[in-house]
């Protein structure tokens, strides 16, 4: 399994008058929890748009479990539970808050798509390289 | 079933360096629909929390299926498919496109919450009100 | 002199925890004011971008007069006090709330710039000429 | 004069279709900037909302000089030029890129607002007696 974290503050432009986060910013707060969680593999999501690759969220879900406040600060874990054999990706992402509660949970599905082509391709070799270690003793060949 | 449709266009903000709409910004589309749906029963949402009643989101799933661009003219369905007979209410969502093509599904759990105690309370009378006649075939009494 | 109205209500998730419109939030009504104005001539920001044009933002100012809240409904007024003669083009515009109060006023500069090249170019000549009648009567020629 | 510095990357739906940064994102930067500013000093905005005074925004400006990018590193300067005197503070503020290039610069004024009368009071005194060092050289009593 790979895992990636990622602490950041709430901003305060994503609170609402609930006095609370905004529930659509924590699909923000995912995205960056993956992107980070990828540059600690040695590359970055942004390279991989340069190579031409584009990675469109098919599926998102989110399951909201306690409120999130300005200035707190949350960490988004990341978990790629397998390695993706396909034309798609899973993400289990969880929120916790300072005091390791949890604030979130959810799952993110995207898939890898050709830039020129728009055509689903399959996760490039250099991130598959980088990502295989993490699984290794999980399925040994 | 109760049912609502709201039409907008997609900002310019919403996109992202994809040219497609940002995928977080449904969520807010999907509020956008709840609120307008609403209103069509009379009463809105903003009245509802001025009378003391919260509704944060406790669950969010969408189903992304067609890219929406900037300047597109979407519209969000809002589907109530039961009366709520507890203190959480579901609403099935999806948005269409202008060629009345299918670009998004959803769900969005919401429970009600009384403001000041913050604990959870039945659906306001006033709303139940408003919405049975819309299931009264379905739930003869 | 041009000008353009376009209505719209305060979403829920443009608030914060003051209660009131996130103050970066008028910088995108402003800009939806803009596209709705520009629409009125028969043409669209959209159609520009497709031949080729962008428009990037090069200044803002906003002064903000009165709170925004959930729900109300707002008008931003979008002034072209005159024709632009170089590559830069200069928006008033004022939001107004419910009660015809002023809610914030400003002035959006952009340019217009060559999608290929980069490089600022003049304003198509399409929009000028669906511009020009409404500063007919103060330049003629 | 008191000065503050804090660096962030730049999230996808930051950006918009033109492939840069959205201009209104500049706005909430820039509140990014302040809130990290005023955390050096050992206290915090959020503090201060919780001892009843809010800083609501009063005016914005903004130029825009370069574009920023997708995962770009960014930091935002942040300039007390002088101690308030009154209910208003001038925040000057700057963004730079990795190259230290300018991005963006602006001016933000805001006001202290008593949470509960409505009322526009002046700095609270903790605040002022932390930013006084600052600006004891140049203003001798």
Known sequence: ???????????????????????????????????????TLGCTYREMEEMGIEMPVTELSIRYLRAARYDEQLTVRTELRELPQKHTIDFHQTIL?????????????????????RRWVRMPEDLRLRLAPFFASETPR
């Not at 529930?23 to 993956?34: K, L, P, Q, V």
């Not at 808050?97 to 082509?117: H, I, P």
């Open 1 to 39: 399994m790979f895992t990636g974290h990622y602490s950041f503050r709430v901003r305060y432009g994503e609170t609402d008058q609930m006095n609370v986060v905004y529930h659509a910013n924590y699909a923000t707060y995912f995205e960056i929890g993956r992107t980070e969680a990828i540059r």
């Open 97 to 117: 808050n300072e005091k390791s509660k949890l604030v979130a949970t959810g799952k993110v599905t995207l898939f890898f798509v050709d830039r020129k082509t």
